[in-house]
């Protein structure tokens, strides 16, 4: 079988497809491919013969988490994975998307309907056919560079041989000890995953002598050396700004160390830990004396990991621990999956659903296999009997945890990149069955029905199938984690019945990086929309959902259209958000209209998930994570010491000279009031705000693209030899202070100032780039010629320059702000930059518009700049250049991110969706959730009691309020709250706008307190309340009847409609 030509035509730019694939790996094959011609151009998985052979823009934000070698060892992995249900197929969807070099799927079974509850590429149509035919051509438009075959036969050692990694999902456990003898035997990483009901499965042999090559994935630490002793035990400090973060047993070198040179350099020095500022590194007493200055760097040094072979680990088991509540778990249903196997091998199948008589008779031989085990533990009963009872199920969330998991353990058996599971790890989700469970569900009401949701039916029986199908569900977002959820909901069959719908809003359009990832698009797709997109593929999963896309952003802006009708009719809400200010937007949202919130994030291979309960929890807002350290604007301005501080300064420059002129000239020349907000600005700002407006349109207009040459050539000279010059001017390099130390030490790199040069090729980069962009600016076409612009920017005169006396330059943050702000402002220069200015009259055509930022665009020269100006200012302060991968890391700060992670944490969402479903209520039952797959690491805790407050004796949390009817005028609403609840209103205010107060001028309190409550708001607003706006949201401060502070609810004051 094989995936459409057309469709590989449809590729997006620049994306090289997959070659034809050597032949098939097995004798009863089928392939996807495509046409012959295609393959000139790269070998495989988009690994290109070059030495840049990765398709960035396909694969950057997976670069950021696995890094270029890591990739490129994927790539040379031939991945089989046998059995092709919900389980098989999400992991083969993450290894596709992470681009090995092939992937083999089989199975030698066909699709019934119980697949269809988790196997999103099955449709109805397909039952009866073979489940890994059907599902290649669909698995392979995931991604062209990865070719996909299929295997229908037996797998004897010929056939298992030709591969790198094996996966088993669905197979028994006499094959799986077969497989994996062979396996442990010829080197080959072996893994087995499992899921059955609510529980799941997985178990690593990566050999006897597997090499880990970063055991956590997070970059070296680096660290400025304050001393180091010369002793047996020698002890090195650190700087005192931030703690080392080092643990015992890391490896560390040394760069720059003044004196002590025999550092530099050094073979890695395993460290003991001795505070947060100091570490000792073993004998320095035969190296010269410490003088000062140095960096310390971690070393990642490979860990080799010993695994032993499924017969001898079944006996003698490594069980990693996923949930520390459960803490016997793992060694529970390690019998009990074994007894799932004896029980099929007995039966031809696994217990029915709810049947008593089959659950007594895998109780019976779980205990049996426990007796006989080396492993034995104490067995529990009702758990080995829920473990029967759900044994037949299979749901998409189960499927996505294990699964996500399991494919990044694939990826670490390919790559050496992050920590193996070692060995078994068991997961369960026990909590998502209704409370009560055996009084609430029967074999009646869980046996299959012949459709598509008898797998799921299995576990939590017909009614909750029902009460599914009529949710309505928000989801925000439909990027990665939105499409993910989809896929769930559409196997579940959320909104799949009558009065059911989600509706999904995401104004973003789909682009080439985001393929890699999310997973409902298509090379084809690219600069659709993505709700529209993503509606229109789980359509086509399950034809019943029912679905609304909008290309809405959520704010106040759309409050009309996502209005109290629209909250008032959801059953919960799901973010699926890419930034906190929407997270805690939609959070605020959610509290006011009392609606569920499930909210997730990831962050590489970390990933997280919160469930927000009215009136049980706390929500997304009450507890936050700390703010990003900023960088000190001396340190930017003056003196870096890192390249991430000359990156912030290249995008500050990027912002100063292509965006924010042109923001300045568009507003002269259009905002009337422009002139006036200005000239109110304190200290120095507006001269410097008016002086910049008149470079841009007057001074330093251009008016050909030579003169955008001439311009990038002189700041050049600006910014790396002439500030540097006045810098070093200042401080010279001996430069003392007070104390007499150095200036020039520590977090201080002493600068120096760069010679231009065009046969540079970074400082052609940054003239090539800053011309074009300063044309672009202008509204001139770009000139792409460097041999031209080498020899314009070789012509141009640039100005002598002399470092000058009286020049002050700030040395710390206040000094530089209190310079900006209490400087004297000249008004004759100011006066005259004024009347130098052109009316905005004349303006109204001129062609001028700001530059936005875009990292994602190789061809518009912003990451060329960017990349030219920080890696020069590098230059200038020794610090080591990054490269554009790096670059464009840090200046667009990206979120690296990896489609197994995505998988996991929404499968983990999934599965508190359901608790919701069934109302829980008891809050244990819920898991808020912390995941890091690299380590690999688990964390659940019951989410956070909304916190309670007191006025009298009427205790409140986050999710209660006042609820009053207006409309009342302001002294009505005074005295209802002193006659009801005896509390004395201070202040009332709405919004930003301050209604009442206990000071307020008497003459403006009597004309308020008569006005309707509408009224008032309109009239100190300035605003009409609009027309979807039902209610009001009011603050109140009270005196209770002792005239003491008390702290009360907000009040939800409802508008009275005609």
């Not at 009342?968 to 005896?982: A, D, I, P, S, V």
Request: glycine residues 6%; contains cysteine.
């Amino acid at each position: 079988m094989s995936s459409s030509a057309a469709d590989t035509d449809r590729s997006p730019p620049a994306k090289k497809a997959r070659t034809e694939p050597n032949g098939n790996t097995g004798t009863q094959c089928s392939t996807s491919s495509i046409p012959p011609s295609a393959s000139l151009e790269v070998s495989q998985n988009g690994m290109a013969n070059a030495e840049n052979d990765i398709d960035e823009g396909l694969y950057s934000r997976q670069l950021y988490v696995l890094g270029h070698d890591a990739m490129r060892r994927m790539g040379a992995s031939n991945v089989l994975i046998s059995g092709m249900r919900g389980l098989g197929v999400e992991i083969a969807k993450n290894v596709v998307l992470a681009g090995v070099k092939s992937v083999t799927l089989h199975d030698m079974e066909d699709v019934t309907w119980e697949d269809l509850s988790s196997q999103f590429f099955l449709q109805e149509a397909d039952i009866g056919k073979n489940r890994a035919e059907v599902t290649l051509p669909r698995l392979a438009e995931l991604n062209t560079y990865v070719p996909v075959n299929t295997h229908t036969g037996g797998m004897d050692d010929e056939f298992l041989g030709k591969f790198q990694v094996v996966v088993l999902t669905n197979s028994s456990l006499t094959e799986q000890l077969r497989i994996n003898e062979f396996c442990h035997s010829k080197g080959i990483r072996f893994v087995v995953a499992d899921t059955k009901g609510l529980f799941g499965q997985i178990f690593c042999d990566f050999g006897e002598n597997f090499s880990v090559a970063d055991p956590n994935g997070e970059p070296p630490i680096s660290n400025m050396v304050a001393s180091v002793d010369k002793d047996e035990e020698a002890v090195v400090t650190c700087m005192d700004e931030t703690r080392h973060n080092y643990e015992s047993g890391d490896f560390v070198t040394f760069t720059e160390i003044k004196g002590m040179t025999q550092l530099n350099g050094c073979e890695p020095k395993e460290i003991k830990v001795l505070g947060p500022y100091t570490f000792s590194i073993g004998d320095t007493s035969g190296m010269s004396d410490y003088v000062r200055g140095g960096i310390v760097t971690q070393v990642k040094v490979p860990k080799i990991m010993k695994f032993k072979s499924m017969k001898e680990s079944i006996e003698q088991p490594e069980l990693m621990l996923t949930d520390f509540a459960k803490f016997d778990r793992p060694g529970q249903l390690h019998i009990a999956f074994q007894a799932l196997h004896e029980y099929f091998k007995q039966n031809g199948s696994l217990p029915k659903p709810r049947n008593k008589s089959d659950a007594d008779k895998f109780v019976a031989i779980a205990k049996k296999i426990n007796d006989s085990s080396a492993a034995k533990v104490e067995l529990d009963s009702d758990l080995m009997q829920q473990v029967a009872y759900s044994a037949c199920g299979d749901i998409c969330p189960m499927a996505a945890v294990i699964g996500g998991i399991t494919a990044q353990e694939v990826m670490k058996a390919c790559s050496g990149k992050f920590t193996p599971v070692n060995q078994w790890l068991y997961f369960d989700a026990l909590e998502c069955l209704p409370e009560k469970p055996d009084e609430k569900l029967t074999e009646e009401t869980c046996k299959p029905r012949n459709c598509r949701y008898d797998s799921q039916i299995a576990i939590f029986g017909e009614q909750f199938q029902q009460q599914l199908g009529s949710l309505k569900y928000f989801l925000v977002g439909a990027g990665a984690i939105g499409c993910e959820m989809l896929k769930n909901w559409a196997m579940m069959g959320l909104a799949c019945s009558e009065g059911g719908e989600i509706t999904v809003t995401d104004m973003d359009t789909i682009e080439k990086s985001n393929l890699n990832r999310q997973f409902l698009f298509r090379p084809w797709d690219v600069q659709k929309t993505k709700s529209s997109t993503a509606a229109a593929a789980v359509k086509r999963m399950n034809p019943n959902i029912k679905i609304t896309h909008h290309e809405d952003r959520v704010g106040p802006e759309t409050e009309n259209v996502y209005n109290d009708n629209f909250f008032e009719g959801l059953s919960g809400v799901a973010n699926a958000l890419d930034n906190v200010d929407a997270r805690m937007y939609m959070d605020r949202r959610c509290v006011y209209y009392r609606k569920s919130l499930l909210e997730s994030g990831t962050l590489g291979t970390k990933a997280n998930v919160q469930v927000v309960i009215p009136h049980l929890t706390e929500s997304y807002s009450s507890s936050q994570d700390p703010p990003e350290k900023s960088i000190p604007i001396c340190t930017l301005k003056n003196f870096p010491n890192a390249i991430e501080h000359t990156l912030q300064w290249a995008r500050d420059q990027f912002e100063g000279l292509f965006s924010q002129p042109a923001e300045n000239a568009i507003q002269y020349a259009t905002d009337p009031k422009f002139m006036e907000r200005t000239l109110k600005m304190p200290g120095t700002q507006p001269l410097e705000i008016l002086d910049l407006l008149k470079k841009t349109l007057v001074d330093e207009k251009p008016a050909s693209f030579q003169d955008c040459v001439k311009w990038a050539r002189n700041l050049w000279q600006e910014n790396y030899n002439n500030q540097i010059r006045q810098l070093l001017f200042n401080f010279p390099q001996d430069q003392t202070t007070s104390s007499g130390a150095l200036f020039w030490s520590g977090p201080k790199r002493c600068p120096h100032p760069l010679t231009f040069d065009t046969a540079n090729t970074t400082h052609l980069d940054y003239i090539v780039s800053g011309a074009n962009l300063r044309a672009e600016m202008f509204g001139m076409p770009h000139n792409r010629d460097r041999n031209a612009i080498a020899k314009m920017a070789t012509a141009v005169e640039v100005p002598k320059f002399e470092p000058r006396s009286g020049v002050t330059i700030a040395t710390t943050d206040a000094e530089a702000t209190a310079r900006q702000n209490d400087g004297s402002l000249d008004d004759t220069d100011l006066e005259s930059v004024q009347s130098a200015l052109p009316s905005p009259e004349k303006l109204k055509s001129f062609g001028i518009r700001p530059v936005e930022f875009e990292k994602d665009d190789d061809t518009n020269f912003h990451m060329d700049f960017i990349v030219a100006a920080s890696n020069l200012r590098a230059e200038n302060y020794d610090i080591p250049a990054a490269d554009r991968h790096k670059s464009k890391l840090i200046a667009g700060k990206i979120i690296p991110a990896i489609a197994t992670t995505t998988s996991l944490v929404v499968g983990l969402v999934c599965l508190e969706l359901i608790k919701l479903t069934q109302g829980h209520k008891n809050m244990e039952a819920y898991k808020n959730g912390f995941v890091n797959l690299a380590l690999p690491f688990f964390a659940f805790s019951e989410p956070i009691a909304a916190p309670k407050n007191k006025y009298y004796d009427t205790e409140f949390s986050l999710w209660d309020r006042f609820e009053i009817q207006g409309d009342m005028t302001l002294e009505q609403f005074l005295k209802y709250f002193e006659e009801h609840y005896n509390l004395e209103i201070t202040m009332l205010s709405q919004g930003v706008c301050m209604l009442y107060s206990f000071f307020m001028a008497p003459a403006k309190r009597k004309e308020r307190l008569s006005m309707p409550m509408s009224e008032v708001v309109r009239k100190v607003s300035k605003k009409k309340i609009p027309p979807h706006v039902k209610a009001l949201v009011l603050e109140i401060c009270c005196n209770d009847k002792d005239g003491e502070d008390v702290e009360v609810p907000y009040v939800k004051y409802n508008l009275a409609r005609p």
